[in-house]
Every structure is written in C-alpha cells, then in structure tokens.
C-alpha cells in the first residue's frame, strides 16, 4: 500500500525567508507522480508544483521547488522569499500508475509571520 | 476554461437525513475522486470513479455512495446523515488513464446538527 507521512504538523517562518517542509512516501511502484497542494483558509486546493518520479531533476515553479531523493523516497518542498500569503496547510501527495487514486499526507500548517 | 465546480457550496442538514452533494469536472476529465475533510484533520478517501465506473472506495460505510454519469458529473449521496459526517466535503477531477494532477473543487461544506 502506498503511504505519505509528512511529520512536521506546524511550521512558522519569517516574511522573506526561506522554509522547507519535509514528505516521506512509500511505494513498490516504479512510475508515479508527487504533488504539493496548498490549502490557504479559503479551503481551495490549489496545485503549487509536481515531480515526475521518472525525471531527475528537481521541479522549479517561482519562488517553490523540491528536493526530490527517490531512492530515499523523500520530497520535500522549499519555499523561498516567503510571503504572507503562503500562509496555508500544504499536503504532499501521491499517485501511481497502477492504483491511479491520490494518497495525501496529513498536511503541514504553515504560518508566515511579518 | 471552467474549473471544478461543486454544488451546494454550504448545507446543514438535520441527523437521520439524507444528502446529495454534486460535481462537474473540468471539460475533457473523466476521473472524479471524492474526499472528505473533517475539521483539523487530512484528506480522507471517499470514492474514485473513471468513465462511470467505481475504481475505488475508501474506509467508508455504505450510506456514502455515489454515480457518475455519463457526461462524467458526479454525485455524493450519503444517507442516514451522523453528526461526525460535519466536513468539508471535496471532489477533484483529472485526466484518464494517466497519473497527472487532480484539480480541486471550492468544496461543500456540510454541517449535521
């Protein structure tokens, strides 16, 4: 069965600084993708990046990129100049090819502070 | 183009009743997940339905069921409404076939008094 642990439940960080929120995933699944949402107050998940299992390099979207290990089976998410706005809960997810459903962590609540 | 769209954003209903809760995928999606969100906890996996077909089902009893229908819409019915069924009621859309990126709806928020 596929897991995804995120252990950090809550993370405060600094307007303009920079932050990492940690995601740990299980799998025997070869190809997958991973994901981080954001869930600002509003309740909207809003997609900020994805990785492609397959693809070496580290995804890059503005200010938000991973550090993808996958034989660590590690995916962690780096935001940098962080703004107030990035106050939110970020859930790290999981789908693969053959069970095609998204496995979501518990989340992590991050709170910018000016 | 148009997002996910969900009907009723808000509802309260009374325990013992019955509720349908409605989605539209995006244009050209045909996979619909449905979670449920409790207030302070994660995602929790409801169903999962791909070209009208139920793929998968999570740890749920059977008075949460639901369709797809042909035009890939979906709905959420969930009888015999309990209290702990108050949450954030979630549904996304993807591609077929594939293991891309889900797109969120706003979400229906029901509270059980």
């Known amino acids: 069965a596929q897991t995804v642990t995120q252990s950090q439940p809550e993370m405060s960080v600094q307007e303009a600084e920079t932050v990492t929120l940690s995601c740990t995933y299980d799998?025997?699944?070869?190809?997958?993708?991973l994901f981080w949402y954001k869930q600002p107050p509003s309740r909207q998940m809003i997609l900020v990046i994805r990785q492609e299992a397959y693809k070496q390099q580290n995804a890059t979207e503005n200010r938000f990129s991973v550090n993808f290990q996958k034989a660590a089976k590690s995916f962690s998410l780096k935001i940098s100049d962080s703004q107030l706005g990035d106050t939110a809960m970020y859930f790290c997810?999981?789908?693969?090819?053959?069970?095609?459903?998204?496995?979501f962590g518990r989340g992590t609540q991050l709170t910018v502070w000016p | 183009e148009a997002g996910v769209t969900q009907s009723p954003t808000h509802l309260i209903k009374t325990r013992g009743q019955q509720v349908t809760l409605r989605c539209s995928p995006i244009?050209?999606?045909?996979?619909v997940y449905w979670y449920q969100q409790a207030l302070g906890l994660g995602l929790q996996f409801l169903l999962w339905y791909d070209e009208g077909e139920e793929r998968n089902r999570g740890n749920f009893p059977p008075r949460f069921s639901g369709r797809q229908f042909p035009n890939y819409s979906s709905e959420l019915n969930v009888n015999a409404l309990e209290l702990e069924d108050s949450a954030l009621y979630l549904c996304?859309?993807?591609?077929?076939?594939?293991?891309?990126?889900?797109?969120f709806g706003q979400g229906t928020r029901l509270t059980v008094v």
């Open positions: 997810a999981f789908r693969g090819s053959t069970l095609g459903r998204l496995y």
């Open positions: 799998t025997s699944e070869s190809n997958y993708y």
């Open positions: 244009s050209g999606h045909t996979s």
């Open positions: 996304a859309s993807s591609l077929s076939g594939s293991y891309t990126e889900a797109f």
